[in-house]
């Protein structure tokens, strides 16, 4: 196996509570931190959720912006104006954008912006009339999750983008486990190599997005294959929603990134036998036999 540097996505999601500047501020931290891309999540509650669902309340009380799970996601929402605002500023310093999207109306939007590659989240990768839209008029890759989804159906999600010729070159498929956050059994590192024996000359990539505690396991991940590693992030694990206690606060993401970048360095072949850096201690500590 040939190993790249892989790419670091730091999963901002809904975790800037809803606030621009708090979006802005952690797209800084996440470029200080070394990240290739800074990601968000686009959702129109109308057309996601039914009636029922969007004036249910909040499963998680505690967890809730709004009185009813819709006014929740609502409030959360960025517009697209600023989702704009938020691509310009992260490009003035360096760093990637790109961006989840749910629903049509959200991918519409998405696509207007033009990001080099478009998230399709573990939720809705099923969901074609989307997919038909990523595949069909963007022109940037895009990027599945696979978390609760079965063979068949990523099998169909696969074939679907090779109807037009497109899954070997704009295709990146993830390995995920759907829970916040994962306990380690769950997490199944190995099917990425399963991703690999079913996919790998069919697709462009495999990556990883991981919801559990921790960068340990991110490191397997990278050395089993994956080249792109996607990790919620959040200014403070302790701020009330979903995501943040299986997020990355900035040391974590830090940390992170410099222990993938070191596994890189460090993933190479002897160029030859007898190491530079060995042969003083060779000619020191070698046992001779006279």
Known sequence: MTYKLPKVIAEIG???LGQFEIAKELIRLAKECRADYA?????????????????????????????????????????????????????????????????????????????DFIKVPSACNNHFEMLAL??????????????????????????FFEETGQARHRLVLYSCTS??????????????????????????????SGHHLGIA?????????????????????????????????VPGLQKLVRDLHHTFEALTYKPSEILAIEEVQRQKLKYRTA
């Open 217 to 249: 396991v991110d490191v397997a991940a990278y050395t089993l294959g994956a080249t792109w590693i996607e990790r919620h992030f959040t200014k403070d694990r302790t701020w009330r929603g979903t995501d943040h206690a299986a997020s990355l606060e």
């Open 14 to 16: 809904c975790n800037h």
């Open 39 to 115: 990601k968000f999540q686009k959702r129109n509650s109308r057309e996601l959720l039914t009636e029922e669902q969007y004036n249910a309340p909040h499963p998680v009380p505690y967890n809730a912006y709004g009185a009813t799970y819709g006014a929740h996601r609502e409030y959360l929402e960025l517009s697209t104006e600023q989702h704009a605002e938020l691509k310009i500023y992260a490009e003035s310093i360096g760093i990637g954008y790109a961006t989840s999207v749910w629903d049509v109306t959200s991918a519409q939007e998405i696509i207007g912006l033009q990001p």
């Open 134 to 159: 990523l595949r069909d008029t963007y022109a940037g890759d895009v990027h599945v999750s696979s978390g609760m989804t079965t063979s068949e159906e990523l099998e169909t999600l696969v074939q």
């Open 179 to 208: 829970g916040y956050p994962v306990p380690f059994g769950d997490i199944c590192l190995l099917e990425i190599r399963r991703l690999y024996e079913l996919f790998e000359t069919r697709v462009k990539e495999i990556g990883f």
